[in-house]
């Protein structure tokens, strides 16, 4: 029998051009749950992300349902799309729900000063939402106006989607052609104070959250998983100040004083942003390797983050009661040239999926505090899953990620070792690690997640399975010949296909990875 560190095969020789990795996959010592709501989207008042994306109205020729795509239904719900945020984002601090519910051609407009400065008709409202989460088999989140609303406002939007009794807002919903309420189980206090939601403090906005909380009710059934909206990127104080409006933990593991109960999680937002000025963020799909290794850099920086609002958290919650949430993560490029600049479209290269695809590891690394996070946006905005132009649809090189992880949602995820060193790329005097991994269990599968961020070699994985494994590994891999390529009406050079040459012998799973790739591979873990 070979020992443990014997499994491995030597380093390779000196000849070798190829870099190798070696790991340790513990199939036998499952951690934390990865929750499937991780791979959560976004869908905002913004540019063609509701209009043109999800919604083409009664009257439209394309195949529709109640007004609602279905090609982009279609192609979500081979996601498992797990929840959808709406109404915004910086329009939900300026929605007043109640323009968007009755006939629609008696509803009120209102001008969306924050995106594109265009006319909203509000004919995509609160029916139509819930509508297209039930289509799509997801989870309502619902982000309440706290900049510009009222808590009555908030109460009553709240009342009359899941109350079932005649209380007034239920009698407004039968009216408008809803008998039974719904499920709502996330439910957000605002978005972004400190900026587009009121450019408040953390300490005036941790006393609305405090309020808003307070009233936002539970109703027969259906209860709130209240969410406070948090901080931009690092700032760490925004964090404490909102673990710190909720109470300390006692040692009994109850929460002291009145904001008990106010809100279950605590939000923060991060984009991977790597031009010079914020007007200047770069082309997304024209740049060299050194502005995607600087991308890079920036992407693997939400580990750090997520770790420091964890630290933070654990200070004043170490039974990890509270959950993290981060409701707002994605590639902010330049728009497309010739499109408005409000409507923040733009193109889907294979450089966004390898940015989603260490996100996700580092999801799953975190998956004890972070409990939900959501992609921005689903459809024709930002690092969309989904294009829409006229009748066509493109699925991108990042929607190929969520479809090849799918096998992660609700996972135990599972300790993936690095042994020895990491390759690495000196960009701008930092050391990237041009490889990432990940790995879960779940129904006797181990699906295992693998990604080369060098953009010229390949590399060699050797991963030495302790715990047991079955069968032969089924591998796909994501890849193009170029990181710039992208996916088009007439052209989708970005697909997944086999990975082929794996092998999984004696308990060591052997893969080589192309450059600029991600892959997945999967077996059975032996009983």
């Known amino acids: 029998m070979l020992l443990d560190d014997e499994r491995l095969a030597p380093d390779p ?27 959560g989207h976004f869908a905002e008042h913004l540019g063609r992300c509701i209009y043109g994306g999800f919604w083409v109205g009664e009257d439209s020729d394309l195949p529709h349902e109640g007004g609602l795509r279905l090609d982009v239904v279609e192609a979500l719900r081979a996601l498992d799309i797990p929840n959808l945020r709406w109404p915004g984002g910086c329009f939900a601090d300026t929605y007043h729900w109640r323009d968007g519910i009755g006939p629609r051609e ?109 009233y936002s009710l539970d109703h027969g059934d259906n209860h709130l ?70 991308t890079m850099v920036k992407a693997t920086e939400i580990e750090r983050i997520i770790a420091g609002h964890a630290n933070v ?12 949430v981060l409701d707002e993560w994605g590639t902010w490029f330049d728009v497309e040239p010739g499109t408005n600049p409000g409507f ?23 998956a004890d505090r972070l409990v939900m996070a959501n992609i921005a946006q689903t459809v024709n905005v930002l690092q969309a899953m989904l294009l829409t132009d006229g009748n066509s649809l493109v699925l ?11 096998g992660h949602h609700d996972a135990a995820s599972l300790p993936f070792t690095v042994r020895g060193t990491t390759p690495t790329a000196t960009v701008d005097g930092t050391e990237l690690p041009t490889f990432s991994a990940s790995a ?3 129904d006797g599968q181990v699906l295992v997640s693998l990604t080369n961020l060098d953009a010229e070699r390949p590399l060699d994985v050797e991963v030495d399975v302790r715990g047991g494994a079955n069968g032969t590994p089924v591998a796909r891999v994501l890849t193009a010949p170029e990181i710039s390529a992208h996916n088009t009406a007439e052209q989708t050079p970005v697909q997944v296909r086999p990975l082929e040459g794996v092998t999984l012998h004696d308990g060591v799973l052997r893969a080589q990875l192309p450059p ?10 032996r009983a």
């Open 313 to 324: 958290m654990d200070a004043y919650d170490p039974d990890k009661r509270v959950g993290l």
């Open 106 to 214: 008696e509803r009120p407009a209102m001008v969306n000063s924050h995106w594109g400065d265009v006319v909203e008709d509000n004919s995509f409202g609160t029916h139509e939402f819930m509508a297209l989460c039930e289509l799509l088999g997801a989870d309502p989140y619902v982000s309440a106006n706290v900049g510009s609303g009222t808590v009555r406002e908030a109460a009553e939007w709240i009342e009359y989607l899941t109350r079932a009794d005649d209380s007034p807002m239920a009698r407004l919903r039968r009216a408008n052609g809803r008998d039974a309420p719904w499920a709502v189980p996330f439910w957000g206090l605002g978005n972004e104070p400190w900026g587009c939601g009121g450019g408040m403090g953390s300490g005036a906005y941790a006393e609305l959250a405090r309020q808003y909380g307070t």
């Open 440 to 442: 879960s269990t779940k």
């Open 13 to 39: 020789t000196p000849t070798s051009t190829v870099p190798r990795v070696r790991a340790v996959l513990d199939v036998d010592l499952p951690g934390a749950a990865i929750s499937r709501h991780l791979y």
């Open 225 to 294: 998983y209240r969410i406070a909206a948090g901080a931009a990127d690092a700032d760490y104080r925004w964090t404490e100040v909102l673990m710190q409006n909720l109470g300390r933990y006692l040692g009994d593991g109850e929460v002291s004083g009145h904001g008990k109960n106010t809100y279950q999680a605590i939000s923060f937002h991060h984009y991977t942003i790597v031009g010079p000025t914020w007007d200047a963020k770069g082309s997304a799909t024209e740049f060299d390797d050194a502005e995607y290794y600087r």
């Open 344 to 366: 923040l479209f733009q193109q889907n290269t294979l450089r966004d999926a390898l940015v989603a695809s260490v996100h996700f590891d580092a999801f799953h690394r975190h």
């Open 516 to 525: 600029h790739s991600f892959a997945t591979v999967s077996f059975a873990a």
């Open 396 to 406: 991108t090189p990042s929607y190929h990620v969520f479809a090849m992880n799918k």
